[in-house]
Nanobody, 127 residues
Framework: QVQLVESGGGLVQAGGSLRVSCAAS????????MGWFRQAPGKEREFVAS????????EYADSVKGRFTMSRDKAKNTIHLQMNSLKPEDTAIYYC????????????????????WGRGTQVTVSS
């Protein structure tokens, strides 16, 4: 059974930076892709970023492009999301997700493109 555990959330002022991480564990963890989503209070969970585990450039939501950077450490089965120039509207619970198989970039922007989810980490950006 794959387990995903997020860490690194917290409180930061607008304009600041924060990095959240997701550590994956499981008998033979080798996902097709991993992604980041977020859910703000009263809103639906939305796509933030995704990357195929085998390589290639990450994909980003328009709202975070140029400010957020997703990276992966295959040796440690860990992904990171570096968030710069944070805005109050970035406040949300951030979730990581893993897909067993490689999927299209379009599918990786959808919740149903993933098979496993972490419990999330809170990111709060004050104005």
């Amino acid at each position: 059974q794959v387990q995903l555990v997020e860490s690194g959330g917290g409180l930061v002022q607008a304009g600041g930076s924060l990095r959240v991480s997701c550590a994956a564990s499981g008998p033979t963890f080798s996902p097709g892709a991993m992604g980041w989503f977020r859910q703000a209070p009263g809103k639906e969970r939305e796509f933030v970023a995704s990357t195929r585990w085998s390589g290639g450039s990450p994909e980003y939501a328009d709202s975070v492009k140029g400010r957020f950077t997703m990276s992966r450490d295959k040796a440690k089965n860990t992904i990171h999301l570096q968030m710069n120039s944070l805005k109050p509207e970035d406040t949300a619970i951030y979730y990581c997700a893993a897909a067993v198989y490689t999927r299209t970039y379009y599918r990786l922007r959808e919740l149903n493109g993933y098979d496993y989810w972490g419990r999330g980490t809170q990111v709060t950006v004050s104005s």
